[in-house]
């Protein structure tokens, strides 16, 4: 089988575990806690443009938190997760940093809500500590740059931010969603190939950053960065993270994105 053979009948399975699969069980075994850990650092790989994709971090931590736990046997499965981790991201045509740090602690003393397993990546030569998600999110300016919206330039500060046509919508279930980013209902070779309920926005706290997701089959979604169209998949679960001078192409519309890198700003 081809390593493209392969990759494909990976993803395949790996969707229908996500989609089947119940989460991990105080008593998993080490191999399969390996395999969610693996599918999990596949989850924060980025685009990086002509079908191939990048792993931003340098330094991964992996949390095992189970009672009774055999470490000798958790120590010799994940023993070669550097290894694993590379042979993963080869497949899906990731390109992975030059030098990966990687540790595993296991600790046999959680509460009922502890994850059995938690990851932290992290970059610049170091790993967010335990327990360090940001409390304080930068804030996200989008600018209207093209198209024709209810505002010409929006702040956030954390959340979740639908991006679409028109205001709040009702899908067949009677659910409500209310775009905090809307354009309006108007024909100009522009604004109508926004779909009503188009993208969204979230803030990412283990990341301390936002992540655009595409939600329409229909219209496109691309992110220009450095002058590279950047395609954001439609109902990728990864998402794309944004960076401040990122441009979001929704439709034909455009945004312009700044992100505070402190988390000081203007207030909406």
Excluded at 3 to 21: C, E, K, S, Y
Excluded at 72 to 101: H, K, N, Q, Y
Aim: proline share 7%; hydrophobic share 35%; charged share 30%.
């Amino acid at each position: 089988m081809t390593r493209p053979l392969r990759a494909m009948v990976r993803i395949a399975h790996a969707r229908a575990r996500d989609f089947f699969d119940a989460p991990l069980t105080a008593d998993a075994p080490p191999i399969e806690l390996l395999q969610a850990a693996l599918d999990e650092l596949e989850r924060k790989t980025q685009p990086s443009g002509r079908g191939t994709r990048t792993f931003p971090y340098t330094r991964v931590a992996v949390h095992i938190a189970q009672p009774r736990s055999d470490r000798t046997a958790i120590d010799a499965v994940f023993s070669r997760l550097g290894t694993r981790l590379r042979e993963r991201l080869a497949e899906i045509r990731c390109d992975a940093p030059a030098s990966l740090a990687v540790t595993v602690s296991v600790t046999d003393t959680a509460s009922p809500d502890t994850p059995v397993l938690r990851i932290e990546c992290g970059d610049d030569g170091s790993a967010p500590p335990q327990g360090s998600a940001r409390s304080d999110p930068p804030e996200l300016r989008l600018v209207v740059v093209k198209g024709q919206s209810v505002r010409g330039e929006y702040a956030f500060r954390g959340g979740v931010i639908p991006i679409g046509r028109g205001g709040a919508l009702a899908d067949a279930l009677g659910r409500v969603r209310r775009n905090e980013v809307a354009f309006l209902d108007v024909r100009d070779g522009v604004t109508e190939t926004v779909a009503r309920a188009h993208a969204r926005v979230e803030f990412d706290p283990a990341l301390g950053g936002y992540v655009l997701f595409n939600e329409s089959s229909s219209n496109p979604t691309f992110i220009v960065r450095d002058g590279r169209s950047l395609r954001v998949t439609p109902r990728d679960p990864r998402g794309v993270r944004l960076r401040s001078g990122d441009e979001l192409q929704i439709g034909r519309a455009v945004l312009e994105v700044s992100v505070s890198e402190t988390g000081e700003g203007r207030t909406a």
